[in-house]
Protein backbone atom coordinates (compact mmCIF):
# COMPACT_ATOMS: atom_id res chain seq x y z
CA UNK A 1 0.00 0.00 0.00
CA UNK A 2 1.12 3.70 -0.70
CA UNK A 3 2.55 5.14 2.71
CA UNK A 4 2.46 2.13 4.30
CA UNK A 5 5.14 3.16 6.36
CA UNK A 6 4.01 6.02 7.68
CA UNK A 7 0.34 4.39 8.60
CA UNK A 8 2.43 2.01 10.40
CA UNK A 9 4.15 4.24 12.26
CA UNK A 10 1.20 6.28 13.62
CA UNK A 11 -0.46 2.97 14.64
CA UNK A 12 2.57 2.81 17.43
CA UNK A 13 1.46 6.21 18.56
CA UNK A 14 -2.21 6.09 18.48
CA UNK A 15 -2.54 7.62 22.30
CA UNK A 16 -0.42 10.35 21.61
CA UNK A 17 -1.37 13.81 20.01
CA UNK A 18 -1.18 14.25 16.51
CA UNK A 19 -2.64 17.36 15.76
CA UNK A 20 -3.84 19.95 17.95
CA UNK A 21 -6.40 22.97 16.71
CA UNK A 22 -9.41 24.10 18.61
CA UNK A 23 -8.97 20.49 20.54
CA UNK A 24 -6.54 18.14 20.95
CA UNK A 25 -6.49 15.18 18.37
CA UNK A 26 -4.85 11.54 18.69
CA UNK A 27 -3.15 9.58 15.87
CA UNK A 28 -5.78 7.19 16.86
CA UNK A 29 -8.51 10.01 15.58
CA UNK A 30 -6.15 10.79 12.42
CA UNK A 31 -5.93 7.28 11.48
CA UNK A 32 -9.58 7.21 11.45
CA UNK A 33 -10.08 10.33 9.82
CA UNK A 34 -7.26 8.92 6.82
CA UNK A 35 -9.44 5.33 6.63
CA UNK A 36 -12.76 7.45 6.34
CA UNK A 37 -11.81 9.62 3.46
CA UNK A 38 -9.26 6.44 1.57
CA UNK A 39 -12.98 4.72 1.76
CA UNK A 40 -14.99 8.03 0.44
CA UNK A 41 -12.67 8.40 -2.07
CA UNK A 42 -12.42 4.36 -2.85
CA UNK A 43 -16.62 4.06 -2.67
CA UNK A 44 -16.41 6.63 -5.97
CA UNK A 45 -13.66 4.99 -7.49
CA UNK A 46 -11.24 7.94 -7.42
CA UNK A 47 -8.13 6.28 -7.72
CA UNK A 48 -5.47 7.72 -9.58
CA UNK A 49 -7.19 10.80 -9.70
CA UNK A 50 -5.78 14.15 -9.87
CA UNK A 51 -7.65 15.38 -6.50
CA UNK A 52 -7.08 19.11 -5.34
CA UNK A 53 -7.14 20.00 -1.64
CA UNK A 54 -8.57 23.09 -1.22
CA UNK A 55 -8.32 23.73 2.77
CA UNK A 56 -6.00 24.88 5.61
CA UNK A 57 -3.94 22.78 8.70
CA UNK A 58 -6.62 20.89 10.68
CA UNK A 59 -7.19 17.74 11.27
CA UNK A 60 -9.54 16.86 8.45
CA UNK A 61 -7.37 18.49 5.51
CA UNK A 62 -4.39 16.06 7.12
CA UNK A 63 -6.92 12.86 7.22
CA UNK A 64 -7.91 14.00 3.60
CA UNK A 65 -4.51 13.97 1.90
CA UNK A 66 -3.07 10.83 3.71
CA UNK A 67 -6.45 9.42 2.56
CA UNK A 68 -6.24 9.95 -1.19
CA UNK A 69 -2.31 9.55 -1.46
CA UNK A 70 -3.30 6.32 0.24
CA UNK A 71 -5.81 5.98 -2.76
CA UNK A 72 -3.07 6.73 -5.69
CA UNK A 73 -4.30 9.88 -6.01
CA UNK A 74 -2.42 13.17 -7.48
CA UNK A 75 -2.92 15.89 -4.70
CA UNK A 76 -3.18 19.90 -5.71
CA UNK A 77 -3.02 21.48 -2.60
CA UNK A 78 -4.47 25.04 -2.70
CA UNK A 79 -4.59 27.37 0.16
CA UNK A 80 -5.90 30.66 0.89
CA UNK A 81 -3.04 32.49 0.39
CA UNK A 82 -3.50 31.82 -3.50
CA UNK A 83 -7.34 32.24 -3.99
CA UNK A 84 -6.02 34.93 -6.22
CA UNK A 85 -5.07 32.00 -8.50
CA UNK A 86 -7.15 29.37 -7.50
CA UNK A 87 -9.48 28.79 -11.30
CA UNK A 88 -6.45 29.22 -13.14
CA UNK A 89 -4.88 26.53 -10.87
CA UNK A 90 -7.67 23.98 -11.03
CA UNK A 91 -7.22 24.38 -14.64
CA UNK A 92 -3.78 24.50 -15.18
CA UNK A 93 -3.86 20.80 -12.86
CA UNK A 94 -6.62 19.42 -14.63
CA UNK A 95 -8.12 18.76 -11.19
CA UNK A 96 -10.60 16.06 -11.70
CA UNK A 97 -12.25 15.99 -8.16
CA UNK A 98 -12.21 19.12 -5.83
CA UNK A 99 -11.51 18.25 -2.13
CA UNK A 100 -13.05 21.01 0.30
CA UNK A 101 -12.99 18.94 3.62
CA UNK A 102 -15.09 22.21 5.63
CA UNK A 103 -17.57 22.18 3.08
CA UNK A 104 -20.04 19.55 4.08
CA UNK A 105 -22.24 17.49 1.97
CA UNK A 106 -20.20 19.63 -1.16
CA UNK A 107 -17.04 18.52 0.12
CA UNK A 108 -15.96 16.14 -2.83
CA UNK A 109 -16.82 17.08 -6.15
CA UNK A 110 -16.37 15.95 -9.87
CA UNK A 111 -15.10 18.82 -12.13
CA UNK A 112 -15.67 17.07 -15.49
CA UNK A 113 -12.49 16.81 -16.48
CA UNK A 114 -10.20 14.11 -17.63
CA UNK A 115 -6.24 14.79 -17.07
CA UNK A 116 -4.23 13.64 -19.62
CA UNK A 117 -0.77 15.12 -18.94
CA UNK A 118 1.90 12.54 -19.67
CA UNK A 119 3.30 12.97 -15.86
CA UNK A 120 0.09 11.95 -14.81
CA UNK A 121 0.08 8.73 -17.34
CA UNK A 122 3.67 7.98 -15.57
CA UNK A 123 2.30 8.11 -11.83
CA UNK A 124 -0.68 5.83 -12.86
CA UNK A 125 1.61 3.58 -14.69
CA UNK A 126 3.66 3.01 -11.38
CA UNK A 127 0.93 3.04 -9.38
CA UNK A 128 1.64 5.38 -7.26
CA UNK A 129 0.69 9.15 -5.53
CA UNK A 130 1.74 12.41 -6.85
CA UNK A 131 1.78 16.25 -5.99
CA UNK A 132 1.73 19.04 -8.08
CA UNK A 133 3.03 22.42 -6.46
CA UNK A 134 2.81 25.62 -8.39
CA UNK A 135 5.76 28.23 -8.23
CA UNK A 136 5.58 31.83 -7.04
CA UNK A 137 5.28 33.12 -10.43
CA UNK A 138 7.14 36.39 -9.26
CA UNK A 139 9.45 36.24 -12.41
CA UNK A 140 6.66 35.05 -14.83
CA UNK A 141 3.39 32.89 -15.23
CA UNK A 142 3.26 29.91 -12.23
CA UNK A 143 4.87 26.50 -13.00
CA UNK A 144 3.40 23.87 -11.94
CA UNK A 145 5.92 20.96 -10.75
CA UNK A 146 5.15 16.97 -10.57
CA UNK A 147 6.07 14.83 -8.04
CA UNK A 148 6.39 10.91 -7.14
CA UNK A 149 4.83 11.68 -3.78
CA UNK A 150 5.67 8.39 -2.91
CA UNK A 151 9.86 9.36 -3.40
CA UNK A 152 9.41 12.76 -2.26
CA UNK A 153 8.14 11.24 1.36
CA UNK A 154 11.14 8.79 1.16
CA UNK A 155 13.20 11.09 2.73
CA UNK A 156 11.21 10.75 6.17
CA UNK A 157 11.70 7.21 6.61
CA UNK A 158 14.46 7.29 8.54
CA UNK A 159 13.76 8.51 12.06
CA UNK A 160 14.70 11.29 13.65
CA UNK A 161 14.03 13.64 16.93
CA UNK A 162 9.99 14.52 17.23
CA UNK A 163 8.95 18.00 17.86
CA UNK A 164 5.49 19.64 18.52
CA UNK A 165 5.93 21.84 15.65
CA UNK A 166 4.19 24.61 14.97
CA UNK A 167 2.91 24.20 11.36
CA UNK A 168 3.49 27.95 9.61
CA UNK A 169 4.20 27.40 6.01
CA UNK A 170 1.15 26.47 4.21
CA UNK A 171 -0.19 23.34 3.09
CA UNK A 172 0.64 23.84 -0.88
CA UNK A 173 4.02 25.22 0.26
CA UNK A 174 7.35 22.29 0.05
CA UNK A 175 7.97 23.86 3.08
CA UNK A 176 4.88 23.27 4.99
CA UNK A 177 4.60 19.80 3.83
CA UNK A 178 8.19 19.27 4.78
CA UNK A 179 7.20 20.30 8.28
CA UNK A 180 3.98 18.23 8.16
CA UNK A 181 5.19 15.23 7.29
CA UNK A 182 8.32 15.13 8.89
CA UNK A 183 6.21 15.53 12.51
CA UNK A 184 3.78 13.23 11.64
CA UNK A 185 6.32 10.36 10.28
CA UNK A 186 8.57 10.45 13.97
CA UNK A 187 5.56 10.96 16.19
CA UNK A 188 5.69 14.36 16.86
CA UNK A 189 2.87 17.07 17.04
CA UNK A 190 1.56 19.45 14.71
CA UNK A 191 0.11 22.33 16.38
CA UNK A 192 -2.57 24.79 14.03
CA UNK A 193 -2.23 28.85 15.40
CA UNK A 194 -5.97 30.47 15.39
CA UNK A 195 -4.33 32.68 12.27
CA UNK A 196 -0.22 33.73 11.16
CA UNK A 197 -0.19 37.00 12.84
CA UNK A 198 2.35 37.06 15.73
CA UNK A 199 0.26 37.14 18.50
CA UNK A 200 -1.81 34.12 16.88
CA UNK A 201 1.62 32.88 16.53
CA UNK A 202 3.05 33.53 19.94
CA UNK A 203 0.01 32.53 21.64
CA UNK A 204 0.18 29.32 20.27
CA UNK A 205 3.40 28.75 21.04
CA UNK A 206 2.69 29.75 24.70
CA UNK A 207 -0.26 27.49 25.11
CA UNK A 208 0.70 24.51 23.68
CA UNK A 209 4.54 24.72 24.62
CA UNK A 210 5.90 24.63 20.96
CA UNK A 211 9.37 23.62 20.73
CA UNK A 212 9.99 23.89 17.05
CA UNK A 213 8.75 27.08 15.06
CA UNK A 214 9.65 27.25 10.59
CA UNK A 215 8.90 30.02 9.31
CA UNK A 216 10.12 32.89 7.17
CA UNK A 217 12.79 35.90 8.09
CA UNK A 218 10.31 38.53 6.87
CA UNK A 219 7.79 36.88 9.67
CA UNK A 220 10.93 37.24 12.26
CA UNK A 221 11.37 40.57 11.82
CA UNK A 222 7.55 41.34 12.13
CA UNK A 223 7.30 39.42 15.29
CA UNK A 224 10.56 41.24 16.79
CA UNK A 225 8.79 44.45 15.50
CA UNK A 226 5.65 43.88 17.17
CA UNK A 227 7.43 43.10 20.42
CA UNK A 228 4.78 40.02 20.72
CA UNK A 229 7.67 37.57 21.61
CA UNK A 230 7.93 40.01 24.76
CA UNK A 231 4.39 39.30 25.60
CA UNK A 232 4.12 35.56 26.16
CA UNK A 233 5.94 32.79 27.31
CA UNK A 234 8.05 31.14 24.50
CA UNK A 235 10.60 29.05 26.86
CA UNK A 236 9.34 25.95 25.47
CA UNK A 237 11.14 26.92 21.99
CA UNK A 238 14.10 24.37 21.14
CA UNK A 239 14.47 25.39 17.23
CA UNK A 240 13.50 27.84 14.85
CA UNK A 241 13.82 26.96 11.36
CA UNK A 242 14.28 29.79 8.41
CA UNK A 243 13.63 29.83 4.91
CA UNK A 244 12.00 30.79 1.48
CA UNK A 245 13.77 34.10 1.42
CA UNK A 246 17.55 35.35 2.16
CA UNK A 247 18.17 36.45 6.32
CA UNK A 248 19.25 39.76 6.49
CA UNK A 249 22.31 40.08 8.67
CA UNK A 250 20.88 42.50 10.98
CA UNK A 251 17.48 40.95 11.31
CA UNK A 252 19.51 37.36 12.26
CA UNK A 253 21.29 39.28 14.69
CA UNK A 254 18.16 40.76 16.46
CA UNK A 255 16.53 37.02 16.32
CA UNK A 256 19.48 35.23 18.18
CA UNK A 257 19.44 38.42 20.55
CA UNK A 258 15.88 37.59 21.51
CA UNK A 259 16.62 34.05 21.52
CA UNK A 260 19.26 33.27 23.00
CA UNK A 261 18.83 30.19 23.95
CA UNK A 262 16.69 28.72 20.92
CA UNK A 263 18.86 27.09 18.49
CA UNK A 264 18.49 28.97 14.89
CA UNK A 265 19.01 26.84 11.79
CA UNK A 266 19.10 28.27 8.00
CA UNK A 267 16.86 25.85 5.33
CA UNK A 268 17.03 25.77 2.22
CA UNK A 269 14.82 23.73 -0.68
CA UNK A 270 12.54 24.29 -3.81
CA UNK A 271 9.34 23.28 -5.23
CA UNK A 272 11.15 21.43 -7.94
CA UNK A 273 13.67 19.24 -5.65
CA UNK A 274 12.29 19.41 -2.18
CA UNK A 275 14.10 20.58 1.09
CA UNK A 276 18.17 19.80 1.64
CA UNK A 277 19.45 18.88 4.79
CA UNK A 278 20.93 22.01 6.27
CA UNK A 279 23.52 23.19 8.87
CA UNK A 280 24.27 26.75 9.81
CA UNK A 281 27.68 27.38 10.23
CA UNK A 282 27.02 28.63 13.70
CA UNK A 283 23.68 30.36 15.27
CA UNK A 284 24.43 33.61 13.78
CA UNK A 285 25.82 33.22 10.53
CA UNK A 286 24.41 33.48 7.07
CA UNK A 287 26.38 30.78 6.05
CA UNK A 288 24.62 27.70 5.28
CA UNK A 289 25.85 23.85 4.62
CA UNK A 290 23.02 21.74 1.94
CA UNK A 291 22.81 18.60 0.70
CA UNK A 292 22.45 15.04 2.17
CA UNK A 293 20.53 11.93 1.04
CA UNK A 294 21.49 11.82 -2.22
CA UNK A 295 21.73 15.51 -2.86
CA UNK A 296 23.99 17.16 -4.98
CA UNK A 297 25.41 20.97 -5.52
CA UNK A 298 27.74 23.11 -7.86
CA UNK A 299 28.26 26.49 -8.20
CA UNK A 300 28.75 27.90 -11.82
CA UNK A 301 29.44 31.50 -11.87
CA UNK A 302 27.79 32.17 -8.44
CA UNK A 303 24.49 30.45 -9.37
CA UNK A 304 23.77 27.06 -7.49
CA UNK A 305 22.62 24.30 -8.98
CA UNK A 306 20.98 21.32 -7.44
CA UNK A 307 20.61 17.96 -8.05
CA UNK A 308 18.07 15.77 -5.95
CA UNK A 309 17.03 12.41 -5.97
CA UNK A 310 13.56 13.99 -4.36
CA UNK A 311 13.46 16.05 -7.82
CA UNK A 312 10.23 16.38 -10.06
CA UNK A 313 9.22 14.81 -12.82
CA UNK A 314 9.25 17.97 -14.98
CA UNK A 315 6.45 20.65 -15.27
CA UNK A 316 2.63 20.39 -16.72
CA UNK A 317 3.30 23.75 -18.20
CA UNK A 318 7.01 24.72 -19.53
CA UNK A 319 9.76 22.16 -20.60
CA UNK A 320 12.32 20.30 -18.32
CA UNK A 321 14.73 22.53 -16.35
CA UNK A 322 17.07 19.62 -15.77
CA UNK A 323 20.21 19.91 -17.52
CA UNK A 324 21.78 16.44 -19.25
CA UNK A 325 23.60 15.77 -15.61
CA UNK A 326 20.05 16.08 -13.73
CA UNK A 327 21.11 19.35 -12.46
CA UNK A 328 18.97 22.58 -11.80
CA UNK A 329 19.95 25.55 -11.92
CA UNK A 330 17.62 27.20 -8.65
CA UNK A 331 18.25 30.71 -10.04
CA UNK A 332 19.90 31.59 -6.87
CA UNK A 333 22.69 33.56 -6.56
CA UNK A 334 25.25 32.60 -3.52
CA UNK A 335 29.06 33.19 -2.05
CA UNK A 336 30.82 30.46 -1.99
CA UNK A 337 33.55 29.77 1.01
CA UNK A 338 34.36 25.64 1.16
CA UNK A 339 31.42 23.74 1.32
CA UNK A 340 29.45 26.69 2.93
CA UNK A 341 27.44 29.15 1.10
CA UNK A 342 25.68 32.11 1.29
CA UNK A 343 22.56 32.62 -0.45
CA UNK A 344 22.65 36.66 -1.86
CA UNK A 345 19.15 36.35 -3.65
CA UNK A 346 17.50 35.36 -6.87
CA UNK A 347 19.57 36.37 -9.93
CA UNK A 348 15.61 37.49 -11.75
CA UNK A 349 15.95 40.36 -9.33
CA UNK A 350 19.32 41.92 -10.21
CA UNK A 351 18.85 45.05 -10.75
CA UNK A 352 20.90 46.57 -13.88
CA UNK A 353 22.40 50.52 -13.34
CA UNK A 354 23.77 51.43 -16.52
CA UNK A 355 25.83 47.75 -16.56
CA UNK A 356 26.69 47.78 -12.88
CA UNK A 357 24.60 45.14 -10.99
CA UNK A 358 22.61 45.75 -8.01
CA UNK A 359 21.85 43.25 -5.41
CA UNK A 360 18.57 44.00 -3.41
CA UNK A 361 19.74 42.28 -0.26
CA UNK A 362 22.71 44.21 -0.53
CA UNK A 363 20.91 47.65 -0.04
CA UNK A 364 18.45 46.11 1.88
CA UNK A 365 20.52 44.71 4.38
CA UNK A 366 22.32 48.35 4.56
CA UNK A 367 19.31 50.16 5.36
CA UNK A 368 17.73 48.24 7.71
CA UNK A 369 20.41 49.06 9.96
CA UNK A 370 19.19 52.73 9.67
CA UNK A 371 17.30 54.38 12.69
CA UNK A 372 13.56 54.34 11.69
CA UNK A 373 13.85 52.29 9.65
CA UNK A 374 11.89 48.76 10.54
CA UNK A 375 11.25 47.11 7.46
CA UNK A 376 12.99 47.96 3.62
CA UNK A 377 12.52 46.27 0.16
CA UNK A 378 14.51 47.47 -2.61
CA UNK A 379 13.81 46.35 -6.54
CA UNK A 380 14.62 48.27 -9.65
CA UNK A 381 12.17 49.85 -12.35
CA UNK A 382 12.80 50.88 -15.62
CA UNK A 383 14.56 54.46 -16.80
CA UNK A 384 15.49 55.74 -20.15
CA UNK A 385 19.14 56.63 -19.16
CA UNK A 386 20.50 54.00 -17.44
CA UNK A 387 17.95 51.10 -17.71
CA UNK A 388 17.12 50.55 -14.22
CA UNK A 389 17.39 53.04 -11.01
CA UNK A 390 17.59 51.70 -7.41
CA UNK A 391 13.81 51.73 -5.63
CA UNK A 392 13.47 51.18 -1.93
CA UNK A 393 10.38 50.64 -0.32
CA UNK A 394 10.50 51.22 3.65
CA UNK A 395 8.49 50.39 6.51
CA UNK A 396 9.35 53.27 8.81
CA UNK A 397 8.84 52.54 12.74
CA UNK A 398 7.44 56.10 13.03
CA UNK A 399 6.38 58.98 10.54
CA UNK A 400 8.99 61.02 9.15
CA UNK A 401 8.93 63.47 6.26
CA UNK A 402 9.59 61.65 3.24
CA UNK A 403 11.98 64.53 1.52
CA UNK A 404 14.12 64.47 5.06
CA UNK A 405 14.64 61.12 4.95
CA UNK A 406 15.38 60.37 1.94
CA UNK A 407 18.65 63.38 2.45
CA UNK A 408 19.36 61.15 5.89
CA UNK A 409 19.29 58.01 3.44
CA UNK A 410 21.75 59.49 1.31
CA UNK A 411 24.03 60.55 3.78
CA UNK A 412 23.75 57.13 5.70
CA UNK A 413 24.93 55.03 2.55
CA UNK A 414 27.30 57.52 1.05
CA UNK A 415 30.97 55.61 1.87
CA UNK A 416 28.80 52.44 2.22
CA UNK A 417 27.44 51.76 -1.02
CA UNK A 418 28.45 52.60 -4.45
CA UNK A 419 26.55 55.50 -5.38
CA UNK A 420 24.61 53.60 -8.57
CA UNK A 421 23.58 51.20 -5.67
CA UNK A 422 21.57 54.03 -3.28
CA UNK A 423 18.02 54.55 -3.87
CA UNK A 424 17.12 57.20 -6.18
CA UNK A 425 13.41 56.70 -5.35
CA UNK A 426 12.11 55.93 -1.79
CA UNK A 427 8.36 54.56 -0.91
CA UNK A 428 6.75 54.37 2.47
CA UNK A 429 4.24 51.39 2.81
CA UNK A 430 3.15 48.79 5.77
CA UNK A 431 2.87 45.87 3.10
CA UNK A 432 5.87 44.47 2.55
CA UNK A 433 5.37 40.78 2.44
CA UNK A 434 3.19 38.78 0.94
CA UNK A 435 0.26 36.35 2.10
CA UNK A 436 2.91 33.92 2.56
CA UNK A 437 4.98 35.73 4.59
CA UNK A 438 7.91 36.42 1.60
CA UNK A 439 9.75 39.91 0.79
CA UNK A 440 7.52 41.65 -2.43
CA UNK A 441 10.61 42.74 -4.31
CA UNK A 442 8.72 45.19 -7.27
CA UNK A 443 5.85 45.98 -4.29
CA UNK A 444 4.32 49.74 -5.27
CA UNK A 445 0.45 48.54 -3.88
CA UNK A 446 -0.42 50.32 -1.37
CA UNK A 447 2.37 52.66 -0.94
CA UNK A 448 1.15 55.99 1.01
CA UNK A 449 3.29 58.38 0.44
CA UNK A 450 6.70 58.44 -2.85
CA UNK A 451 9.57 60.77 -2.42
CA UNK A 452 11.88 60.64 -6.06
Given at each position: ????????????????????????????????????????????????????????????????????AVGGNILVPISRAADAHREMFLAL?????????????????????????????????????????????????????????????????????????????????????????????????????????????????????????????????????????????????????????????????????????????????????????????????????????????????????????????????????????????????????????????????????????????????????????????????????????????IRSAHPEDPAAFKRRMRLFCQGRL???????????????????????????????????
Amino acid sequence: MILDWLLDRMAQRTDRPAVIEASVCSYATLIEGVSRWAKAFADRGIAGRVVSLEAEYGIEAIAAMIGAAVGGNILVPISRAADAHREMFLALAEVEFRVRPDAGSRALVATGRQASHAHYQALRRASTAGLVLFSSGTSGSPKAAVHDLGLLLNKFVVRRHAYRTLVFMQLDHIGGLNTLFYTLANGGTVVVAEGRTPTDICRAIETHRVELLPTSPTFLNLLLLSEEHRRYDLSSLRLITYGAEPMPAHTLKRVRAAFPDVRLLQTYGLSELGILRSQSRDAGSPWVRVGGEGFQTRVVDGRLFVKSPYAMLGYLNAPTPFDADGFLDTGDLVEQDGEWLQILGCATEVINVGGSKVLPTEVENLLLTMENVADVTVHGEPNPIVGQIVVATIRSAHPEDPAAFKRRMRLFCQGRLADYKIPVKIRFSDALHSARYKKQHGITANAEKATP
